[in-house]
């Protein structure tokens, strides 16, 4: 089993910068794909970006691409978000998931949820 925990939101002006981090515990860690979901005000949860097991394939929704980069230390059992440019839009509540195969991650099918962390971008 995966237990993933994320830090790191906030409030942040727009064009400002953010880091998530997701720690995760579990022996089996390192085999596993790691994404990020959100959820905006009276929306539902969408994809945001997702890094597989090695860290040589990284996935991104089209709007956040050239912003955000996802990375793993697989050493440290961690996920990072780093969100740069950030905009209004990006307001919501991040999500951290884990799941043995990177499909699963992508479809929002994943074994493995965080509660998630509050992200607020303001005008």
């Known amino acids: 089993q995966v237990h993933v925990v994320e830090s790191g939101g906030g409030l942040v002006q727009a064009g400002g910068s953010l880091r998530l981090s997701c720690a995760a515990s579990?022996?089996?860690?390192?085999?596993?794909?790691m994404g990020w979901f959100r959820q905006g005000p009276g929306k539902g949860r969408e994809f945001v970006a997702a890094?597989?097991?090695?860290?040589?394939?990284?996935y991104y929704t089209d709007s956040v691409k050239g912003r955000f980069t996802i990375s793993r230390d697989n050493a440290k059992n961690t996920v990072d978000l780093q969100m740069n440019s950030l905009k209004p839009e990006d307001t919501a509540v991040y999500y951290c998931?884990?799941?043995?195969?990177?499909?699963?991650?992508?479809?929002?099918?994943?074994?493995?949820w965080g509660q998630g962390t509050q992200v607020t971008v303001s005008s």
């Open positions: 998931t884990a799941d043995s195969l990177i499909e699963k991650v992508l479809a929002g099918s994943s074994d493995y």
């Open positions: 579990g022996r089996t860690f390192s085999s596993y794909g």
């Open positions: 890094i597989s097991w090695s860290g040589g394939r990284r």
